[in-house]
């Protein structure tokens, strides 16, 4: 309905009032008095805080607290924001990464081709492909130093073990040995030995002569089944009725009571064609001179890229020209590696290489060679009764046989060295003169014996 006065009169008294402001900006009602504002409280109790003067303050600042309630390990995280710049891509960045990435796996490509080329040779872990590595100095092992590493944690820092015997020490040995020592036990990380594979080989299925019998048979009656469907089939002709001069006038019949003459002939002639078949066949199947050389080295190579089996030899006399021949021409034949020093106080046969070979080269140098010969001998003794000398008769002594992790040499050759001195530094050029040392002593000791 429409609005009478009196409802009109009553809006404007209950609605808003004007808001008077005088000279100074101070809120005033209409006789210029000034209105104070009340200000609003916070209805609840956990924003009330009662400060010092009694007003109630709704964000009241946290009390400070002590430093010794505050952890120095925990992070602090500061609110303040750091500014962000524009991180622009320079060109060619991504096409400097994919090159590396290309160039890397060409790298490894290349490793795994020289690693599969250089096992085929058995001497992979020794040559390394003609990388030479520098050995260490035989002398830097043999220095003593002055504290042990281990004795290093009890004693003082720059003490050595004069300290233990000194009475003047400032703190007793009983005291630093409860204080460095403890129950603790360390227990090292357990390393698998180098010289095991890291799958271990399948041992293959020994059958036994009847086994092997019942196989061949089964294998045999398949083919001859398989034979007999293609001939069913029309695949295959059938073979021509094999005549033999003790079956041919059962299989002839006739014919061969017309005129036994020519059946015989006949026969003689697939005699022959069969003979002649079954020489080509074996010559078809026979290998080459390339693939019975290629079968030979494959037999006789053996990997050594897991531990090689070396074997030292001392010779008394090696001038035979003979002898020499077979202790360079065998370490050749049977791929070994190593060297053989010849010198005129006793001479030194050094061969590595698989298992088998040094079993081989051992039968040779221990059994095969005679190394005292009847002739010999006989001059011998003609010698020392002349000059009243006992020479040493000549033989062949195995000095020491074990492993090693990697091969010393790239082949076998006979050096001639004329001092001890001269045959101990050719061996350290490969890092194994400790060989010419225990062939040494051993000699020496069988000359006092």
Known sequence: GLMTPNTAARARRDGPQALILDKQGRIVDKSGREVVMVKRQSDFIANKTDSADGTVS?????????????????????????????????????????????????????QEE????????GISSA????????????????TVPDVEWWDQAILPSGETYDYVDSASAATPLHELLDKTITRLIQHPIQLKPPAEPAQPAALPVMLTKKERKKMRTQRRKAEEK???????????????PKVKKANFMRVLGNEAV???TKVENLVKAQMAIRQRDHEAAN????????????????????????????????????TDAAKKFKVDINAKQLYLTGVGILH????????????????????LMLRRIKWSNVDDDEDEDDDDDMTGDAKVPNKCVLVWEGT???????????????????ARDHLAKYGVPHYWDMALSDHVVGQVE
Do not use: W
């Open 114 to 121: 020289i690693a599969k080329a250089s096992k085929k040779t």
């Open 226 to 240: 398989e034979k007999q469907e293609k001939i069913r089939l029309g695949l295959m002709e059938p073979p021509a």
């Open 344 to 363: 005129r106080g006793f001479n030194l046969v050094v061969v590595e290489g698989g298992p088998k070979g040094i079993k081989a080269y051992k039968k």
């Open 58 to 110: 709704v964000f009241a600042p946290k009390e400070a607290v002590e430093p010794a309630m505050v952890d120095e390990r925990l992070p602090v995280h500061t609110k303040t924001r750091e500014s962000r710049s524009f991180n622009f891509i320079e060109q060619g960045q991504y096409v400097a990464i994919a090159s590396k990435q290309r160039a890397k796996a060409q790298l490894e490509k290349l």
């Open 127 to 142: 040559t390394k492909l003609a990388l030479i590595a520098p050995f260490k100095n035989d002398t830097e092992d043999l």
């Open 258 to 260: 017309a005129d036994p």
């Open 404 to 422: 090693t992790q990697k091969r010393s040499f790239n082949n076998f050759e006979l050096k001639v060295c004329r001092t001890e001195e001269f």
């Open 283 to 318: 010559s078809a199947r026979a290998l080459s001179k390339e693939e019975k050389k290629a079968k030979t080295e494959r037999k006789l190579k053996e990997d050594t890229s897991l531990e090689a089996h070396v074997a030292v030899f001392r010779v008394n006399d090696l």
